[in-house]
């Protein structure tokens, strides 16, 4: 449904609409970063990798890839080593992936690259079944294979893993939606190479994290405060969304993946925090051209987006 904002906008194409199936856990840019918070630099987490290690900690960082880099260097890796963090669990658990908002509690456990493989696949759907998320720093992995999907029945091919080529094309460093056009744009009834990392394997019996793992009691003030991580400006200390928030959250998440082929639970919370105050779908597209112009978001996407903020506020979700 067109909003007539093509005057106010950059250009945008619609070919990001209906991609594959894929998600991203990175933070995305927020429309302006609150007051930053004195504490929030001197916070420590602790942190372990999650195949096994001694327990680190990590302090002084303001974005994802900042975090990767302490959690390297407290464990003398190269940060491109790291794919993804969970927390409180050392499991590839998608439901427990780091993204913009660390809980002051939090145990961060990193996942690192390990073997090596490679499968190739005649394509014979549209729809491969894959979901794309990213890390923020460069290294895409999937989320989630749909049951009964063309990739689901490749078993070689597994959730956590890193897609490091595709047909020989190196895609580290691309964002979870490039990574998951190009997956799309692939030819029906050809064939295509992917070359996969899996993350090293965490061992199964794991001791779980002891009560002296977590941080000093005076260091939190509230249970539902986290550590929002932002790729512009400081990270901040903030309470968790409302109910309302989350609400609104989930639906844009779910609109990401039916417009635009991805699934980024950040960057939908980006998107309900830039509509709080804008008071038409034309003010609102303009604020995410201005913030997240990159993802070239179809005006239907953005017209269904505003609808789901709005049916989040009226108690309609």
Not at 133 to 147: H, L, V
Not at 186 to 205: D, H, N, R, S, T
Request: one cysteine or more.
């Amino acid at each position: 449904m067109p909003l007539g904002l093509r005057s106010k906008k950059k250009g945008k194409s619609k070919e990001t609409s209906k991609l594959v199936e894929s998600e991203a856990a990175a933070p995305a840019p927020a429309p302006a970063a609150p007051a930053p918070v004195a504490s929030a630099s001197r916070l420590q987490f602790h942190t372990q990798l999650a195949h096994g290690s001694p327990t680190g900690r990590v302090e002084g960082f303001g974005s994802a890839r900042e975090l990767y880099a302490k959690i390297a260097e407290a464990f003398r890796i190269d940060p491109a080593e790291i794919m993804f963090c969970t927390l409180n669990t050392h499991k590839a658990d998608m439901d427990k992936l780091l993204g913009a908002q660390i809980g002051l509690e939090d145990f961060i456990f990193a996942h690192v690259k390990g073997q090596r493989k490679e499968v190739e696949v005649l394509k014979t759907d549209d729809v491969l079944g894959l979901t794309i998320t990213d890390n923020g720093t460069g290294c895409a992995f999937i989320k989630r294979i749909k049951e009964g999907s063309l990739m689901d029945q490749t078993k070689v091919v597994c959730v956590g893993d890193h897609i490091e080529t595709i047909n020989g094309k190196n895609v580290s460093g691309c964002r979870h939606y490039e990574v998951a056009k190009m997956l799309k744009d692939l030819e029906k009834g050809q064939m295509f190479k992917l070359e996969l990392i899996e993350p090293m394997k965490a061992f199964e019996k794991l001791e779980p994290r002891s009560k002296g793992g977590t941080l000093p009691e005076a260091k939190i003030s509230r249970g539902r405060e986290t550590l929002r991580l932002r790729t512009k400006g400081p990270a901040t200390v903030e309470e968790m969304p409302n109910e309302v928030e989350e609400k609104a959250i989930k639906k844009v998440d779910e609109l990401l993946e039916i417009y635009m082929g991805i699934r980024d639970i950040e960057l939908a919370a980006t998107m309900v925090e830039a509509g709080r105050d804008k008071k038409n779908p034309d003010e609102f597209a303009v604020a995410l051209d201005e913030t997240l112009g990159d993802f070239a978001f179809p005006d239907e996407f953005v017209f269904d987006v505003w609808g789901a903020i709005g049916d989040a506020k009226q108690g309609r979700l």
